[in-house]
C-alpha cells in the first residue's frame, strides 16, 4: 500500500520523466530463491544473490540481507547476466555519415537520443548494455559507443566510461552501393568494388602512419610548425596502436579473410567480425587471428552476400575456439536475443552454457568489458534479469531488468504505469492546445499498410543518413 | 546703416527661428501616459519627450518642450520598443547555386571562394545581405516590434547576426550592432559532407581546432616569417577566431533536451561563449544553463495542434502532448531558476501568438514584470546594448511602443512606434469585443493566410516551383517570395483580401527586373490564383505547409 502511494507521488510529480527509478543503487536488494544461471559456474537451484552498491555482493542459500534490503521472491523464476547486444543502431538521431568513404571522424556519442522508446523494449527483452555502432555505408566508419541503457538517467549516465573504444569498418554490398541506385545530383563515391574498399583501408591505415609520423617528428623537435590536428586520422593512428577495437561488418568469407590478412600486415588485431554468415568456412583463420565473431542465428538471403550461411555456423566457429555472439542489428530481434541464443543448441548442439555465453559473457569480451558484467559472479555489476521461465524457452518473459543493480524494467510496474498513463493521456487530449483545429488543419498521420519497427542496417537501406 | 542691417537679420533669424521651431519634426512629447520604463518603477502619469532620435527626457514631471508635436497619451500606455530576439527580417537571400548537372544559368551570382561548402561559411555577416526600406518591416512594427536580431536561417553556419532597428531607408541607418554574434544550426548539407547529424559535429570540431591552429601560426608567422611556409589566408577560420576566443558569442539553435545539452557540450569542449535559441525544452536543462552561464532566446512558437481529427488517425503520441502542454511553462521554470532569457517568435507567421503566448507565459507562473523584461531590457542586456536600449532613460534611443491597453490584454492596439526617434502612427480599428486571441472583429474576420506556401507558377512551356513566406498581421502581409531562379524577394502592398491575398513583388529573374501583381483565392490550405507580369498574365496554385 505504502508502495502504491509512494508510486503514486512519484508518478504525479515527474509525468515528464520516461521511467523512475524504483530502488536506489545504495540500498540493498536480495533476490530470493531463484535458478541462477551464471554462465561461468553453471546453474545453481534455490539460490540467493545479494546486490549491494550497484553489484553483486554475495550468491549462495539462504543470504542475509539489512533490514531495509528490497527483497524480491523469484521462487520458481530464472535470473541470467544482462543480455549484451554487440551490434545495435538504437537510440540514434544519426546512423550512417555516408559522404566520404572515410568517416572515422564521426562519433556516435554525439548523437545519442535517450528518449526512444526502443531503449525501455530492449530492457523489457533483457537487453542490459548495447555496443552502439555506425551504419555501414563506408569501408571506415564512425566511432562507436558502449552503453548501458538507462532509461531515465541523464545521456551521459548511459556511457560504460572504461570500455574501450571502438570504431566500425565495413566491407561488402553495402559500402559499395550495389544496393542503392545513386541520387539525382549525389556524386559516385569511391570504392564501387571489395578490391577498392581494402584499398580505402590500407590507405587510411598509410595516412594514419604518416600523420602519427608527422606528430612523432613535431614532439621529437624534428619539425618546428605542430601539425594539424585530424579528427579523422587520430582514431585511426589508435587502431594502429591497439587502443581502438574494429568491428568489421562483412559476410563474405573471402573479403573477411583479406581484412584479417590486411590487418595483420600493419600489426593490428581485428577485434570482431560482424555479421560473419560466411565465418564458418575460415574459422580456424578467424580462431589463429584472434578475432571475435558476432552473427545472426536465422536471419539470412536478404541479398546476395547473406546468402550462404547455415544455422550450424555459431556451433562451428565455437567448436574451433572462435569467440562467438548473437546480435540484433534491429531494435526488433533486440527484444528476442534469448530465443536466438536458444537456436544454436538445436543447430549443432552448442551446450546450454555455451549458448548463453554467446548473448552475455561472449559479447563483453568482445566490447572489453568482461571484468565489470557478462556473468554473474561476486564483484560483477549487477546487471540482471529476472525470467519468468529459462529465458531459452519461448514461454520466458522478463519480470525485472536490473543495470548496476538498479531497477529499470519491471512487468508489475509497468503494468500499473500504462493505467496512469492512460488517465494522463485523457487529460491532455482535452486541454486546448492539444484539441484538432476547428476548421481546415493539415492531414492526420492514417495508418500506413506496411510499418518499419527496426534500424536493420540489412535491410532496404543501411539505416540511411537520418 | 551697419547696425540696422544689422537689427534687420537679427530680427530676421529669430523670425525664421521661430517659424522653423514650429515646423520641427523630430520632437515629440506623449503626454499623460502611463510609462513603463522597465528599469525603474512604473509612472502612472507621466510624459516622454523624444528629441532627434533619443529619450530626452521622462517622468511625471518633464516638461513639455516648446517645439514638441505633443501626442495625448491618456488612456495609452508607453513601453520601450519591444525586441523580438531573434528573426531572419531584412534578409534577402541571393539565389541559391545550381546543383551539378543541370544547365549553368547566366549571370549567375559568383559562387564564394571560400575553402568550404555552402552552408560552413562563417564569414557571412547578415548584414551583407541587409537590404534598406521602412515597408518591409511594417508587420512586425505595426504589432509593436522596434528591435530585432537578424540573421539568415540556410546552412549549418548560419552566419554572424546584426541587430537592426526596424525602420531606415539605409541598412546604414537600421544597424544598431553588427555582428552580434555566429549562429549554428545541428543541419546536415544532405549529399556533400556533412551529409548526417554525425558529419555536422565533426565538421564543427575540424573547422574550430583547424581555426584554433590557424590562429596560433598567424601569430608564429607574425613574430617571425623567416624559414616557415606562410600560413593560408582562410577567411571562413578567421571567421571563427573571436568564436574561438569567446569574445563572440555562438548561437546553437536547440529545442529538444538532448540537442540543448549537446550544444552545452559542445561550448564546455571548445570554452565557447554559448546562447541558447529555441530552448523549447530549455527548463528540463535549466540547472545546466544556469551552471554554465548560457542564456536563452526563448521561442513564443509555442506548438499547437495543426493535424485535422479523424477517425482513422493515429493517436498522437504521449511525448507530442506533454511537450504542448508543457511548453508555456517552461519561461517561469527558467526565471526561478535564474537562467537569464528574452523572448523570439520562433518563425511564427502570425505575431499575435507573440503576446498571447506571453501572456499563457505569465498564466503559468512567469511574472509580469520578467514577460515583460524578456521583451525588453533583458534582450538588450544578452546583446550588449542595455546601455543604448531596452528601457524607457533620458539619454537612450528613442524605441518606444505606445499601446493602447495593457501590453498583453486581449484587446489592445498598438497606436505608435517609435523607431530611432521616428514617429510611425498606426490606424486604430473601432475597439470592438473579439472572440479569439487574433485581435481580429468578428464581423471582419479576415482569412488565415500567414504561413509557409508551396507554389507553383504555370509559366508557358515550364513549371516553376517557388515558397511564399507570408507574415499575417491583421490584414497585412508582409513576407518573401522565393523561386531557384529569382532567389528570395520582399512582397510589398500584401492585402489579406475577402477571398485570399494579394501583393506585388519584384523579382531579378536572369538579370532583368520584372515586376509581378499576385492574387490568390484561398481555401483551406489550397490558393490558386493569377499573376500579372510585364509578358502577360499566368495562374499560379499552392499549398500550406503545416
Known amino acids: 500500500m505504502k508502495k502504491a502511494i509512494v508510486l503514486f507521488l512519484i508518478i504525479s510529480m515527474s509525468l515528464i520523466l520516461p521511467n523512475f527509478s524504483l530502488a536506489q543503487s545504495k540500498t540493498e536488494i536480495l533476490i530470493r530463491n531463484a535458478t541462477v544461471l551464471t554462465a561461468v559456474k553453471g546453474n545453481l ?61 564521426t562519433q556516435i556519442q554525439d548523437v545519442l537520443d535517450p528518449t526512444d522508446i526502443s531503449i525501455y523494449r530492449a530492457l523489457a527483452g533483457g537487453v542490459t548494455t548495447g555496443n552502439l555502432l555506425h551504419g555501414s555505408a563506408n569501408p571506415i566508419g564512425g566511432q562507436n559507443s558502449t552503453v548501458k541503457f538507462k532509461w531515465g538517467k541523464p545521456v551521459g549516465d548511459y556511457l560504460v566510461n572504461d570500455a574501450p573504444p571502438g570504431i ?33 583501408i590500407r590507405d587510411a591505415f598509410i595516412r594514419a602512419r604518416e600523420y602519427k609520423q608527422s606528430w612523432d617528428d613535431f614532439k621529437n623537435g624534428k619539425t618546428k610548425v605542430q601539425p594539424r590536428t585530424d579528427v579523422e586520422l587520430q582514431p585511426i593512428v589508435e587502431i594502429l596502436e591497439g587502443k581502438r577495437l574494429v568491428h568489421a561488418h562483412g559476410y ?52 546476395l552476400e547473406a546468402y550462404d550461411t547455415i544455422p550450424h555456423n555459431a556451433y562451428i566457429l565455437w567448436k574451433n575456439g572462435v569467440n562467438v555472439s548473437i546480435n540484433s542489428d534491429s531494435d526488433e530481434r533486440m527484444r528476442r536475443l534469448n530465443i536466438d541464443a536458444a537456436k544454436v543448441m538445436r543447430y549443432g548442439g552448442v551446450p546450454e ?54 531497477i529499470f524494467f519491471d512487468r508489475t510496474k509497468d503494468a500499473q504505469m500504462r493505467v496512469e498513463m492512460q488517465k494522463e493521456r485523457e487529460n491532455l487530449e482535452k486541454m486546448e492546445v492539444n484539441r484538432a483545429p476547428g476548421s481546415g488543419g493539415t492531414q492526420p498521420r492514417v495508418p500506413s499498410e506496411r510499418r518499419k519497427a527496426d534500424r536493420d542496417d540489412a535491410e532496404d537501406g543501411d539505416g540511411g543518413n537520418q | 546703416m551697419k547696425i540696422r542691417i544689422f537689427g534687420i537679420v537679427l530680427l530676421a533669424i529669430a523670425l525664421f527661428s521661430t517659424v522653423s521651431a514650429q515646423n520641427r519634426t523630430d520632437v515629440y512629447a506623449v503626454t499623460n501616459a502611463r510609462i513603463v520604463t522597465v528599469s525603474g518603477a512604473v509612472i502612472e502619469r507621466g510624459t516622454v519627450v523624444v528629441r532627434d532620435g533619443l529619450i530626452e527626457s521622462v517622468g511625471a514631471d518633464a516638461k513639455i518642450p516648446a517645439d514638441a508635436r505633443v501626442l495625448d497619451g491618456t488612456g495609452l500606455t508607453v513601453y520601450p520598443g519591444f ?11 541571393p539565389a541559391r547555386p545550381q546543383t551539378p548537372g543541370q544547365p549553368q544559368q547566366q549571370n549567375q551570382q559568383p559562387q564564394s571562394n571560400s575553402n568550404y561548402p555552402n552552408g560552413l561559411q562563417p564569414e557571412k555577416t547578415a548584414v551583407e545581405d541587409l537590404r534598406g526600406g521602412d515597408a ?49 544550426s545541428f543541419r546536415n548539407l544532405g549529399i556533400t559532407y556533412p551529409a548526417s547529424l554525425l558529419g555536422t559535429f565533426s565538421a564543427f570540431r575540424q573547422m574550430l581546432l583547424d581555426a584554433k591552429r590557424l590562429q596560433e601560426l598567424q601569430k608564429q608567422y607574425a613574430a617571425n616569417p623567416r624559414g616557415m611556409k606562410r600560413p593560408e589566408d582562410d577567411k571562413s577560420l578567421e571567421a571563427l577566431f573571436p568564436v574561438i576566443n569567446g569574445t563572440m558569442p555562438i548561437v546553437f539553435n536547440a529545442n529538444l533536451e538532448r540537442e540543448i545539452n549537446r550544444s552545452l557540450d559542445l561550448a564546455k569542449e571548445f570554452n565557447l561563449k554559448a546562447i541558447i535559441a529555441g530552448g523549447q525544452e530549455a527548463w528540463k536543462v535549466a540547472d545546466r544553463l544556469k551552471s554554465q552561464n548560457v542564456p536563452v532566446l526563448l521561442s513564443m512558437n509555442f506548438p499547437k495542434r495543426t493535424a485535422a481529427s ?30 537569464k532569457f528574452a523572448f523570439q517568435s520562433g518563425g511564427m507567421t502570425n505575431l499575435n501568438d507573440f503576446f498571447s503566448n506571453a501572456l499563457k507565459a505569465t498564466e503559468n507562473g512567469l511574472s509580469k514584470d520578467a514577460a515583460i523584461r524578456a521583451m525588453t531590457l533583458d534582450a538588450a542586456e544578452i546583446f550588449g546594448i542595455e546601455n543604448r536600449t531596452g528601457s524607457i532613460e533620458p539619454g537612450k534611443i528613442a524605441n518606444l511602443t505606445v499601446i493602447r491597453g495593457d501590453v498583453f490584454a486581449k484587446e489592445r492596439t498598438v497606436t505608435h512606434v517609435f523607431v530611432d526617434g521616428r514617429l510611425f502612427e498606426m490606424k486604430e480599428k473601432p475597439r470592438t469585443p473579439t472572440t479569439n486571441s487574433g485581435g481580429t472583429t468578428p464581423s471582419t474576420r479576415a482569412l488565415a493566410v500567414g504561413g509557409t506556401w508551396n507554389i507553383t507558377l504555370e509559366v508557358p512551356g515550364q513549371t516553376i516551383p517557388g515558397t511564399l513566406n507570408l507574415v499575417q498581421q491583421d490584414t497585412t ?8 531562379l529569382t532567389g528570395s524577394s520582399p512582397i510589398k502592398d500584401g492585402k489579406v483580401t475577402a477571398e485570399g491575398f494579394s501583393f506585388s513583388v519584384s523579382v531579378n529573374a536572369g538579370g532583368t527586373n520584372l515586376d509581378l501583381a499576385f492574387n490568390g483565392k484561398v481555401s483551406g490550405n489550397q490558393v490558386s490564383g493569377t499573376v500579372d507580369t510585364p509578358q502577360g498574365v499566368i495562374s499560379f496554385t499552392g499549398t500550406k505547409n503545416p
Open chain 1, 45 to 105: 537451484e534455490n539460490t540467493d544473490i545479494l546486490i549491494q552498491n550497484g553489484k553483486i555482493a554475495k550468491i549462495g542459500k539462504n543470504l542475509k540481507a539489512a533490514a531495509n534490503a528490497q527483497i524480491i521472491d523469484a521462487t520458481g523464476k530464472f535470473v541470467s547476466p544482462g543480455i549484451i547486444d554487440a551490434h545495435s543502431h538504437t537510440m540514434l538521431d544519426a546512423i550512417n555519415e555516408g559522404s566520404f568513404s572515410v568517416t572515422s571522424m
Open chain 1, 168 to 200: 566500425k569498418f565495413a566491407l561488402g554490398e553495402n559500402v559499395k552501393r550495389s544496393n542503392f541506385p545513386p541520387q539525382p545530383g549525389q556524386p559516385t563515391r569511391y570504392p564501387r568494388t571489395r578490391m577498392g574498399t581494402m584499398e580505402v
Open chain 1, 252 to 303: 563474405r568469407s573471402d573479403e573477411h579473410l583479406n581484412l584479417l590478412r590486411l590487418a595483420e600486415e600493419f600489426g593490428v588485431r581485428i577485434a570482431t567480425l560482424q555479421h560473419g554468415l560466411e565465418a564458418y568456412k575460415i574459422a580456424p583463420e578467424i580462431a589463429k587471428h584472434g578475432a571475435g565473431v558476432s552473427i545472426f542465428v536465422d536471419f539470412w538471403s536478404y541479398k
Open chain 1, 353 to 406: 552454457e555455451e549458448a548463453l555465453k554467446m548473448i552475455t559473457l561472449n559479447p563483453a569480451k568482445q566490447l572489453g568489458i568482461d571484468k565489470r558484467t557478462g556473468s554473474i559472479e561476486v564483484g560483477k555489476d549487477a546487471d540482471l534479469v529476472i525470467w519468468t521461465a529459462h529465458p531459452f524457452s519461448i514461454y520466458s518473459r522478463v519480470e525485472t531488468t536490473f543495470i548496476d543493480g538498479e
Open chain 2, 83 to 93: 525586441i523580438d530576439a531573434l528573426t531572419s527580417l531584412g534578409i534577402q537571400t
Open chain 2, 136 to 184: 518591409q518591416f511594417e508587420t512586425p512594427r505595426n504589432a509593436g516590434f522596434t528591435t530585432v536580431l537578424t540573421v539568415g536561417n540556410t546552412g549549418i553556419f548560419n552566419g554572424q547576426s546584426a541587430i537592426i532597428n526596424l525602420g531606415g531607408e539605409s541598412v546604414s541607418a537600421m544597424v544598431v550592432k553588427s555582428p552580434f554574434a555566429q549562429h549554428f
Open chain 2, 310 to 339: 479523424s477517425p482513422d488517425a493515429d493517436p498522437e503520441s504521449l511525448a507530442t502532448l506533454r511537450f504542448r502542454a508543457e511548453t508555456p511553462k517552461g519561461a517561469a521554470i527558467l526565471s526561478q531558476k535564474g537562467v
Open chain 2, 477 to 484: 502581409l508582409t513576407g518573401t517570395m522565393s523561386t531557384a
